[in-house]
């Protein structure tokens, strides 16, 4: 397996415009989480799904972000409109399991977003 | 006051040296998790761990729930094991996960 593909790998954007960034699974695992990252706060957790469902979005910071997993193989996290505070590292991670967080986490190779 | 608390917050090692690096928390938890992040970026999970202690090759987990402590031990440290490990800890039953800032390990050859 590729592991868990993280697309684009850097983004750089204007301040006002959306942005999308993509997620693809290990195939088979029934938990799908996405993360930011940033010097600041570090790594903290958005939002996780359960078989495409989502679980708990309370981490999303504002309503301008969203996230959707319109099949078991996908997943987007939207932000609109972007600020340059949303600048970060994003991961997005895979899990086997039925507990969602009492197992071993895949993680992608991240993206890289820059709003100026 | 941060949940999760680790120290140091940078290490300097050289080759060889036996390594501890400890992370504290403040919550009750189900289990916890240690990662790696490499100097690249890229993020390994290490270990999950809710009792007692967990090895893997080098690498050696502890914990303490009546404590609420965990240590990450590196046996014969390598200048590859140089990178940022993060302790994570799961609030509750099913709570949400909640992240240290990291230590940052350097190790020299």
């Known amino acids: 397996d590729a592991g868990v593909i993280q697309s684009p790998r850097h983004e750089v954007t204007e301040m006002g415009q959306e942005v999308t960034l993509r997620c693809k699974p290990i195939s088979g695992h029934d938990y799908l989480f996405w993360y930011r990252q940033t010097m600041m706060r570090g790594l903290e957790l958005l939002i996780y799904?359960?078989?495409?469902?989502?679980?708990?979005d309370s981490g999303m910071p504002e309503d301008r972000f969203s996230a959707k997993m319109p099949n078991a193989s996908f997943s987007t996290l939207k932000i609109q409109p972007s600020e340059p505070r949303d600048s970060a590292v994003y991961f997005c991670?895979?899990?086997?399991?039925?507990?969602?967080?009492?197992?071993?986490?895949?993680f992608g190779p991240g993206t890289g977003l820059t709003v100026l | 006051k941060n949940e999760v608390e680790q120290s140091p917050q940078n290490l300097t090692a050289q080759e060889g040296e036996f390594i501890t690096i400890n992370c504290s928390y403040s919550v009750g938890i189900s289990a916890l998790h240690w990662l790696q992040q490499h100097p690249g970026g890229g993020i390994v999970s290490l270990f999950m761990l809710s009792s007692g202690k967990k090895k893997h090759g080098r690498l050696i987990a502890t914990i303490n729930i009546q404590e609420k402590h965990s240590s990450l031990h590196i046996t014969a440290s390598h200048p590859r094991d140089s990178a940022v490990y993060i302790c994570a800890v799961i609030r509750g039953s099913q709570g949400n996960l909640i992240f240290g800032k990291g230590t940052k390990l350097s190790v020299k050859p």
């Open positions: 799904f359960n078989n495409n469902v989502p679980i708990d």
């Open positions: 991670a895979s899990s086997p399991r039925t507990s969602a967080f009492t197992d071993t986490q895949y």
